[in-house]
Structure formats: C-alpha cells, structure tokens
C-alpha cells in the first residue's frame, strides 16, 4: 500500500499569505496524484488532478507540482474561504489511499 | 447536472450490519465508476474501495476485506455498500463519489452529501 504523508500537520497563517503543503509517497506514484479541500462540515472538493492542472472552477491561486514520490500545493495568496483541510490522493495503485491531512488555520 | 444521493444517518450496535445506499441523476449510470469513502470524526479521509458500476467489478481497500460489499442496480441508478461485524471504530460519515476524467485519469469528484453511521451499544 502507498502510505501518503502530508506535512505539516497544522499550517498557522494570515489571509494575503502563501500556504505550501507537502504530500510524500512510499513509493513512486508518477503524477497519478489529486488534491482535495473539505472545509469544516463539507464534503471534499477536487482541487488538482495529475499534480499539477486545477480542476473546473478552481481559482488561479491553486497551484500544484511534483511527480514520482514529492508532491506540493501551493496556495499563493490565502483568501478567508481557504481556510480548511487539504488531502492528498494518489490512484496509482490499489489500494488508493490519502494522506493524514494538513489543515490550514488562520493565525 | 449530477447528483448523488444517500441514505439517511444510521444507528447500529456492534456486530450488527449496515447498507448505505448512493442513488443518482444527471448522467448515465454505467458510464462512470463510484468509490466509497469514509470519515471517522475528526479523522482523515479514508477509501474503501470502488465499484466499476457499468459490468459490477469491485476492488475494496484490505483493511475492509471480508466485512464490506459493494452493488448496484443499474435499473435504479444506484449503488450499494453493506458493511457487516460493525464496531464502534466503524462510526463515521460514509461517502459516495463519482469519478470524472481528465485525460484518461479517473479521480472522485462528485461526492454524495454523505451517511452518518453510528455505531453504539
């Protein structure tokens, strides 16, 4: 199984900030990677897909990159609605799996 | 537009079994694949397994072989996951979500509003 794993576990930052997760994999997982957002009491939303291209209706301030087992998202200036948790999936091979999470807090 | 709808929260005490039912809209059932997600309170996202809905094939995360089952019923446009032996380590919200494809890569990305399932003595 690839294990996902994200840091840190907690990012403290001001809007107008920019936010740079990591996502770690076991093992090589090419591109075959997302990222998802889940606000407090929502269901999760595709952010990035294959690493590095924004889902529909993503804004320009999600940016993704990396391959192989290195893998960041980069929020470049945080806006209030930002504030969430963000995981990463990989679908590279079965079993899919998700990382434990970072979650972004306002300072 | 696309809709997937779940079943109500549940109550079930240990050892019992559970059957969480995704129906959906919008699009035509077999064309697109649905995984199954689940969220323990405050906890990660978690992924259970998938189900190719158009010819029934399934692939369930290990740590849930043996204890869960995946359907559908193409005639209803829904889908099914029956999770039996529950404890209370089983208690979270359990999502369904429909893939969508960028270039020949499948990711969820419809997700149902999800099932509270409560497991308790």
């Known amino acids: 199984e690839v294990v996902l794993t994200q840091s840190p576990a907690t990012l403290s930052l001001s809007p107008g900030e920019r936010a740079t997760l990591s996502c770690r994999a076991s093992?090589?997982?090419?591109?075959?990677l997302a990222w998802y957002q889940q606000q407090l009491g929502q269901i999760p939303r595709l952010l990035i897909y294959?690493?590095?291209n924004r889902a529909p209706g993503i804004p320009a301030r999600f940016s993704g990159s990396g391959s192989g087992t290195d893998f960041t998202l980069t929020i470049s200036s945080l806006e209030p609605e930002d504030f969430a948790v963000y995981y990463c999936h990989q679908r590279y091979s079965w079993p899919n799996t998700f990382g434990q999470g970072t979650k972004v807090e306002m300072k | 537009q696309v809709q997937l709808l779940q079943s109500g929260a549940e109550v079930k005490k240990p050892g019992a079994s559970v059957k969480v039912s995704c129906k959906t809209s919008?699009?035509?059932?077999i064309d697109w694949n649905l995984h199954w997600v689940r969220q323990a309170p405050g906890q990660r996202l978690e992924?259970?397994?998938?189900?190719?809905?158009?010819?029934?094939?399934?692939k369930y995360s290990q740590r849930f072989q043996g204890r869960v089952t995946f359907t559908r019923d193409t005639s209803a446009s829904a889908a099914y996951m029956e999770l039996s032996s529950l404890r209370s380590e089983d208690t979270a919200i359990y999502y369904c979500?429909?893939?969508?494809?960028?270039?020949?890569?499948?990711?969820?990305?419809?997700w149902g509003q999800g099932t509270l399932v409560t497991v308790t003595t």
């Open positions: 992924w259970m397994g998938w189900i190719n809905v158009g010819n029934g094939d399934t």
């Open positions: 093992q090589s997982i090419s591109d075959n």
């Open positions: 979500a429909r893939e969508i494809s960028f270039s020949g890569y499948y990711y969820p990305f419809y």
């Open positions: 919008g699009y035509t059932f």
């Open positions: 294959t690493a590095s």
